[in-house]
Structure formats: C-alpha cells, structure tokens
C-alpha cells in the first residue's frame, strides 16, 4: 500500500490500524510488539540509562495522521500527544490539500550555528584575526568529527558580530556548520568547545560561552498547499479563513494562540520521532517575532480561482540519526512508520504537518467555532475519567452532547443513570 488516503481509519479496531500501518510502513513483527507493548516501549532500565534520577514513565497517546501527500510522495504520520482533536484535524486538513496535490515543501541544507562568547580583546583587531586564521580554525572544529568531513559536510566558515550589552560591546564569533543528516547539537558543541583556546591565543582574550544557538535560521523550511474553493466551504469561508489570518497576524495575542495550533501539528510529530520539541519551539517564536513584533507563522491568501493558498515559514532543526531517534525503541518505529531518509524530508513533513493542523483550526475557528468537534473528543476523556468502559463511553458522550452540558460531574451522573 502506497497511498495514505485510508477511508474511515478512526472506525478501525487496534489491530485493523496496526495492520494498515504495517503493511503500508513494512513493519515487522519485532516493530508491532514494540507500539503493542503496554508500558510505550520504553522499560524503567531505558529510562534510568536516558534521564537522571528516573523514577518511572511517563507514556502519550500515539496515533498516526493519514491522507498526507507531501512533494509527491504518501505519508502515514506518527503524532505523539495528549490533546483531542489534533490528528484528526491534520488528517482532514492534509485531505482537502491533496485535492489539489498534497503538499510543496522546500528545506534548507542542515547547517547549525556554533556561538563563542570573545571578552577582553580589542574589537575591531580581533575580528581582523579571526578572519586571518579562519582556515586554522576551521580545520580545527573539523578534525572533532570522523564522519562529516569525509562526506563533505562539517565546519563551512566562521564569521564575527558585534552586539551591544549594557557592559558596552561584545564579540562573538559563530561557527557554520553542516550536521548533515544530524539535529547536530553535540558535534557543535564540541566543535565550539574545542576551537575556543585556538580563538584565545589568536586574540589575546577570553572565550565563555561555547554552544549552538537553537535560532536555526540556516534551517528554513517553506511549506505551500492549495485548498479548493468548494472543499473548502465556498467564497465566504476562504475569506473569513483569510480575515482570521490577518487577526492573527497583526495581534499578538491572537498569533500566540494561532501559532500553538500549528505547533500541536509540528511538535506532535517532533515528539514521536525523537526531535528535540523545546529548541523546535524556542525557534519558531522567535521567528515569528522577526519583525519585531510577534506575528502569525502561517499566511493565508487566494490565488485567482478563489481557492484558499495556506503557506508556512519556520526553522527546523531536526536529524535521523543520532539523539534520542536511535535510542527509544518506539521513535525507532515511529521513524520507520514515517519513511524520511534525510533530515531535510523529515522537516517537511513536520511543516506540512503544522500548515495542515492550522488550516483545520482556523476554518473551523471562522465557520462552525472550535468547540462543536473538540468538545465531542473532550467528552470522551471526561466518560473515561469518570469511570465509564469502552462500551458505556459512546452512550454517555452522546447524552452529554444532547444535553449540552459536557463536564466531569455530568459525566459521572449519566454514568450512575446507566
């Protein structure tokens, strides 16, 4: 199976999913008994070896987004999160996308920034002899890696910037570097780390900090899709998609809660293979506050036809190999599911994935409200924790909606009713 567009996945039983899954992804039987294992297929020895201080697990919901068609290619997509709706919504959303061909998304090369903090030297001399020995330098940072320069990756230049602090001026010198199919955040660690005393004896001074920054503007990832007019909902709809883009985009109060439901798509699946969520995060807010004021992530237009064009700009620093993608036995599974073989592929799929979350968020936010398919898989969480089995959830959830009134206390009443 080679097509993700799967009719009534969320009808399936467990097995039915897993099944689908498997064929589509070639798991084997090994990969099925690690998502079939009931404590996330992580053991507290795994944990205790990963984390300081390990007293448990600590397991999320994980389920797969379908009908995505990203750069011509179909993708089952592995999301890892506790909130209801949000696969859901990116399957539908990837849905209406692929009517019109599914996703383009285009991503940087992978080059992560090393920064070394200079102090007590003369500016404008030490920049004169940094660049003079930027050569040494880097051939330096390069021989901390046995891999990158043999595939012709690995420590590209450095550069020097000034920043003004209250202390008055400061140097930092910053380290490009190509990671490769890497996040890339310990080779650059270490490159920083180990050119520091090279950058004192060239300069006179003293380096403090040595670390990458997690502002991966050298990791950009544009992702643009089209929505037909008539899926859609009609020239109305795509003009309050549009005139709720503009809210967003020009209030920040607006744009934090418009860019945490494009996160939800992009983190969710950040959290199944492995990435680190925190610097994807970091990275993105703060690119949404480029101009200097924080704005919305995503734009929303129309192209001549009326059909809805949602396209999406955000740093992704994101890798397939090393981290805790090669550790944890499910992100193992979960990278295997999703089929990227570069770290490029993997951060589109994630951009896609975002751009897909927020066109379902913000139609449903200018048509029928947030809350009418939320709530129904809200409901489902408050008949589970008031006690409910699988088979009195659905009765207890349909009783809620009809009376309107969806709360805990409600749940347990029409629980004691049954």
């Given at each position: 199976?080679?097509?993700?567009?799967?009719?009534?996945?969320?009808?399936?039983?467990?097995?039915?999913?897993?099944?689908?899954?498997?064929?589509?992804?070639?798991?084997?039987?090994?990969?099925?008994?690690?998502?079939?294992?009931?404590?996330?297929?992580?053991?507290?020895?795994?944990?205790?070896?990963?984390?300081?201080?390990?007293?448990?697990?600590?397991?999320?919901?994980?389920?797969?987004?379908?009908?995505?068609?990203?750069?011509?290619?179909?993708?089952?997509?592995?999301?890892?999160?506790?909130?209801?709706?949000?696969?859901?919504?990116?399957?539908?959303?990837?849905?209406?996308?692929?009517?019109?061909?599914?996703?383009?998304?285009?991503?940087?090369?992978?080059?992560?920034?090393?920064?070394?903090?200079?102090?007590?030297?003369?500016i404008d001399s030490a920049i004169q002899k940094i660049?003079?020995?930027?050569?040494?330098?880097?051939?330096?940072?390069?021989?901390?890696?046995?891999?990158?320069?043999?595939?012709?990756?690995?420590?590209?230049?450095?550069?020097?910037?000034?920043?003004?602090?209250?202390?008055?001026?400061?140097?930092?010198?910053?380290?490009?570097?190509?990671?490769?199919?890497?996040?890339?955040?310990?080779?650059?660690?270490?490159?920083?780390?180990?050119?520091?005393?090279?950058?004192?004896?060239?300069?006179?001074?003293?380096?403090?900090?040595?670390?990458?920054?997690?502002?991966?503007?050298?990791?950009?990832?544009?992702?643009?899709?089209?929505?037909?007019?008539?899926?859609?909902?009609?020239?109305?709809?795509?003009?309050?998609?549009?005139?709720?883009?503009?809210?967003?985009?020009?209030?920040?109060?607006?744009?934090?809660?418009?860019?945490?439901?494009?996160?939800?798509?992009?983190?969710?699946?950040?959290?199944?293979?492995?990435?680190?969520?925190?610097?994807?995060?970091?990275?993105?807010?703060?690119?949404?506050?480029?101009?200097?004021?924080?704005?919305?992530?995503?734009?929303?237009?129309?192209?001549?036809?009326?059909?809805?064009?949602?396209?999406?700009?955000?740093?992704?620093?994101?890798?397939?190999?090393?981290?805790?993608?090669?550790?944890?036995?499910?992100?193992?599974?979960?990278?295997?599911?999703?089929?990227?073989?570069?770290?490029?592929?993997?951060?589109?799929?994630?951009?896609?994935?975002?751009?897909?979350?927020?066109?379902?968020?913000?139609?449903?936010?200018?048509?029928?409200?947030?809350?009418?398919?939320?709530?129904?898989?809200?409901?489902?969480?408050?008949?589970?924790?008031?006690?409910?089995?699988?088979?009195q959830i659905d009765e207890i959830v349909q009783k809620m909606i009809e009376q309107k009134s969806i709360?805990?206390?409600?749940?347990?009443?029409?629980?004691?009713?049954?």
């Amino acid at each position: 199976m080679t097509d993700s567009s799967i009719s009534k996945f969320f009808e399936k039983s467990r097995k039915e999913r897993l099944d689908i899954v498997a064929v589509f992804s070639n798991l084997s039987k090994d990969d099925l008994d690690t998502l079939e294992n009931n404590n996330g297929g992580i053991s507290f020895d795994n944990a205790d070896k990963m984390v300081e201080n390990a007293i448990g697990t600590f397991s999320l919901p994980l389920g797969v987004a379908t009908n995505f068609k990203i750069n011509d290619k179909d993708y089952v997509i592995p999301m890892v999160i506790e909130e209801p709706s949000v696969i859901a919504a990116a399957s539908k959303g990837a849905k209406v996308a692929r009517i019109k061909g599914g996703f383009k998304v285009t991503a940087d090369e992978s080059y992560s920034i090393g920064q070394i903090q200079i102090l007590d030297v003369d500016i404008d001399s030490a920049i004169q002899k940094i660049n003079l020995s930027s050569n040494k330098i880097i051939t330096l940072a390069n021989s901390k890696s046995n891999s990158l320069p043999k595939m012709n990756k690995g420590a590209k230049e450095i550069t020097c910037k000034v920043i003004d602090v209250p202390s008055g001026k400061m140097l930092i010198a910053e380290l490009l570097i190509d990671v490769g199919d890497a996040m890339g955040a310990n080779i650059t660690n270490t490159m920083c780390e180990a050119v520091s005393p090279l950058i004192e004896e060239i300069t006179g001074g003293k380096t403090l900090l040595r670390i990458l920054s997690n502002y991966s503007t050298r990791r950009m990832v544009k992702a643009h899709a089209v929505f037909e007019k008539e899926a859609v909902g009609g020239d109305q709809v795509v003009d309050n998609i549009i005139l709720a883009f503009e809210f967003a985009d020009n209030d920040v109060y607006r744009a934090v809660t418009h860019n945490k439901g494009i996160m939800n798509g992009t983190i969710a699946v950040a959290n199944a293979v492995g990435q680190d969520s925190r610097a994807i995060e970091a990275a993105a807010n703060a690119y949404a506050a480029k101009s200097g004021q924080y704005r919305s992530l995503s734009k929303w237009s129309k192209d001549s036809d009326g059909n809805l064009i949602g396209e999406l700009e955000i740093p992704l620093s994101v890798g397939i190999v090393g981290g805790i993608a090669n550790v944890h036995p499910v992100a193992k599974v979960c990278t295997k599911i999703l089929g990227a073989e570069s770290a490029q592929e993997l951060a589109c799929v994630m951009a896609a994935t975002g751009l897909a979350q927020n066109y379902s968020a913000i139609r449903a936010l200018s048509t029928e409200g947030i809350q009418k398919g939320h709530m129904r898989l809200h409901a489902r969480n408050l008949a589970s924790a008031a006690g409910a089995t699988s088979e009195q959830i659905d009765e207890i959830v349909q009783k809620m909606i009809e009376q309107k009134s969806i709360s805990l206390e409600k749940a347990k009443e029409l629980l004691d009713q049954i």
